[in-house]
């Protein structure tokens, strides 16, 4: 490259001026490369170029401007396109791998709808296309919009491009005033050969593989490219539309058809799992013979009624499933064998892997999860692997499933080195070098350290900052990562301490590499700005066990305030200690039972642990375990940290420095029961209590398992016994299932 003076030895303003330059030949390297098939310079140059980029933004985080280089992926840039707001969210769909998942899914949706074993239950199987989604909009029969899928909420508006694709129609005519038509851009084989063929003679790069050229086709800035791409379409699903294509999956497909699109010929209907995964085989055996990408097969339900009933759980319907073909496998060789610490002090064992292509992407980490898996052992002792265990130096097979972390599928004990040692578990943290130990029941073995050890102190601090987390724009992991080396931050309240301890005097957050006058005072402003938190974020951020976003969400939800919450815990503390002691009590009574060769009495053994609890202990105990969705795990570990002294007072020096958002019920005015406190007992009739909760949370009520001075409603079906009795009691109004179906009818 020309000018190109030592990253360290810039000065904030020249970093600034060269990133300015980096952009700007990047972004047109990109142009001539994608846009116009034409490189104006090496790949050498592209990449040094491109290298520099990210270590300059390395020393200067704060510097990294909107429209890095760093972000751009593929071919055009994302911010070349305009954004579209999905009128209905383009979701996606949930996994399955093996023919048990499939009738599992069947059995879920009968259970959830109340269907007995040999109601007739329906569903359309399908290819899974392996390209990418697009939306169609057309009003009135006139395409007015194609948009990607985006992160499902917001795409990009590619309409230009969409219309270069002949496969899809630009008017239709007899189709609902509104309609929005999903479905699959790919490229064929044939097409995908050939173009690779073009840009190596033009000197370009090929692309990895189809989905990837259809994707990079797709969105071109200039359409005349994708017009000379030849990309393809499948439609199979519809979002936003004024009136329905018809009453099923199959008959929607059809008239889709009709009115002009590809629909893939390989769609079947099925009556029930059986010829599901008859059909899939049958999929899966032409699968190399269709001529383009497929990674499984779709199935969804076919009446219609029952898909939207059935609806959606966060991101995918409960009415559909893809189910994938087995993963691709490699061999390669196990370097070793490295432990990283988690935030909970999980000692996580990660394969060093000779780096090898598995599936297009070249892998050289997998996960090996725990003790018990690198032994050959699943958590309850029976084999994996028919017992072979995994030493360093052993030839492995890698498989990547889905996008998830790779995996280790088999060990080749014909390969095994000579005086390959089984692996030895650390038994003290690598870290800090505290015992690291296995409770029972617990796959994992946990660093015993707690707030003294770096390794945990550092991964709870990045998740602190994380995007789910508290999000501080200019506070990443790495930021986080180095004032901790410093010893600027050991906990989270640290953070909000920063500005007051390194704004001014003699160590100053504007004097240090990488930072300046600007961009400390960002930092500091976007620190502020956090300092408002929402009670869901600020449960999620504590880095609790078992409490992901869901659980934070309905603790909020629940409680409403900080103070609420955190004297719910305190006064469960009796009854978490109770609720081990009656596990313990459990585990022993099935041991002497089971030498005893008698049936194991669980009830009076686990009851008499509670004997004596203080009421008030016991009932926020059943309060907090009664949420929806909130366990007796969940449960034990919020009261277990809250217990911690240590702990504890980080978290309160923590919620000191911040003023905490009160959960708001969801805007729901409209529904009658938004905001309520909903229990469900007894049978119901007309749906099965899943869709009844279902149901209720759509309209914005809370659902809970158990009757309290909170609840503001007990729908009682026949057989409803104690808790009806206790709604009774604490004079709670109490209706029947029709009254609740007319309740919610009204909204
Ligand atoms: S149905 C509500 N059917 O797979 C979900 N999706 O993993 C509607 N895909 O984002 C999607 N072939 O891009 C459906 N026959 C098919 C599909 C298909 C490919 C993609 C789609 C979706 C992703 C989900």
Redesign the pocket.
């Known amino acids: 490259m020309s000018k190109s003076g030592a990253v360290n030895a810039l000065s904030e303003e020249e970093a600034r001026a060269e990133l300015a330059r980096l952009a700007e030949l990047l972004t047109q390297a990109n142009a001539a490369y994608h846009r116009d098939d034409a490189p104006e310079i090496s790949d050498a140059d592209y990449d040094a170029a491109k290298a520099r980029n990210a270590e300059i933004e390395a020393r200067f985080p704060a510097l990294k401007r909107a429209d890095s280089p760093s972000d751009v992926v593929g071919a055009a840039p994302a911010d070349g396109f305009s954004k579209v707001t999905h009128v209905v969210r ?4 949930g ?1 399955a791998f093996d023919p048990d998942d499939i009738t599992e899914f069947d059995a879920r949706i009968r259970k959830y709808l109340g269907f007995g074993p040999s109601a007739p239950l329906a569903y359309t199987a ?8 697009l939306s169609l909009r057309y009003e009135k029969g006139s395409l007015v919009q194609a948009a990607t ?1 985006g992160d499902g909420s917001v795409g990009e508006n590619v309409t230009a491009n969409a219309r270069t694709i002949t496969d899809i129609p630009t008017t239709l005519t007899d189709a609902p005033d509104v309609l929005e038509v ?1 479905g ?1 851009v790919y490229m064929s084989h044939a097409d995908f050969d050939a173009l690779n063929a073009r840009q190596l003679e033009k000197g370009g790069k090929p692309f990895a593989n189809p989905r990837n050229a259809a994707a990079g086709s797709l969105r071109q800035l200039d359409s005349e490219i994708t017009r000379a791409r030849p990309l393809r379409f ?1 439609a ?2 519809w979002g936003d539309i004024s009136a329905p294509l018809a009453d099923s999956q199959s008959g929607a497909i059809n008239k889709l058809a009709r009115l002009g699109f590809q629909t ?1 010929p390989l769609t079947e209907l099925c009556d029930g799992p059986q010829q599901m995964l008859k059909h899939y085989a049958k999929i899966e055996q032409q699968r190399a013979s269709l001529g383009y990408d ?1 990674d499984g097969v ?1 199935y ?1 339900v076919d009446d219609l009624g029952l898909q939207q009933r059935l609806g959606f759980r966060s991101t ?2 409960r009415w ?1 499933i ?1 189910h994938k073909f087995p993963a691709e496998l490699a061999w390669t060789t196990l370097e070793g064998i490295d432990i990283q610490v988690g935030r909970t002090g999980a000692l996580s064992p990660v394969a060093r892997l000779h780096p090898v292509t598995v599936g297009g992407v070249v892998v050289s980490n997998a996960t090996l999860h725990n003790e018990d898996y690198i032994a050959g052992r699943d958590s309850k002792g029976a084999q994996i692997r028919d017992g072979k265990d995994i030493r360093v130096g052993d030839w492995v097979q890698v498989y990547r499933a889905g996008d998830v972390i790779p995996k280790i599928a088999d060990v080749d004990m014909s390969k095994r080195p000579v005086g390959a040692q089984p692996y030895e578990f650390p038994l003290t943290c690598p870290d800090c070098g505290s015992d690291a130990i296995r409770e029972e029941g617990d796959a994992v073995r946990r660093c015993t350290g707690g707030l003294i050890c770096p390794a945990q102190a550092v991964e709870k601090l990045k998740y602190f900052v994380s995007r789910a987390a508290f999000d501080i724009e200019g506070l990443g992991a790495k930021q986080v990562e180095q004032f901790y080396l410093d010893g600027w931050i050991a906990e989270p309240a640290d953070i909000f301490a920063l500005q007051t301890r390194y704004g001014r005097g003699m160590q100053q957050l504007k004097n240090r590499e990488g930072w300046g006058d600007k961009s400390a005072d960002n930092l500091f402003a976007a620190i502020e700005e956090k300092r408002n938190i929402p009670l869901k974020r600020l449960i999620f951020s504590l880095g609790i066990r078992h409490v992901g976003e869901v659980a934070a969400a309905d603790l909020a939800r629940h409680f409403g305030t900080w103070p609420a919450l955190a004297d719910a815990i305190d006064t469960a503390r009796s009854a978490a200690a109770c609720h081990l002691q009656a596990d313990a009590a459990e585990a022993r009574e099935r041991e002497t039972a089971q030498r005893e060769g008698r049936r194991a009495r669980i009830k009076p053994v686990r009851d008499a642990q509670w004997v004596g609890l203080d009421q008030a202990a016991k009932s926020a105990w059943d309060d907090l375990t009664g949420i929806d969705g909130i366990g007796a795990a969940v449960a034990a570990a919020l009261v277990t940290t809250f217990a911690q002294e240590a702990e504890r007072a980080s978290i309160d020096r923590l919620v000191d420095a911040l003023n905490i958002e009160p959960d708001a019920a969801p805007a729901q005015a409209a529904s009658p029961v938004s905001g309520k406190t909903v229990v469900f007992t007894g049978t119901l009739e007309k749906m099965t209590r899943a869709e009844a909760k279902a149901r209720a949370e759509a309209l914005g009520a809370k659902v809970s398992g158990s009757v309290s001075a909170k609840t503001d409603l007990l729908v009682a079906g026949p057989g409803a016994g104690s808790k009806a009795k206790k709604a009774a009691d604490l004079g709670v109004e109490t209706i029947d299932e029709d009254g609740w179906l007319a309740l919610i009818e009204s909204a």
């Open positions: 383009m979701l996606s769909l996994n399908e290819p899974k296309i392996d390209g990418l989604s899928r999903r699959e499948f199979y699903a893939n497929i779709v969804k995918t319907p559909a893809a």
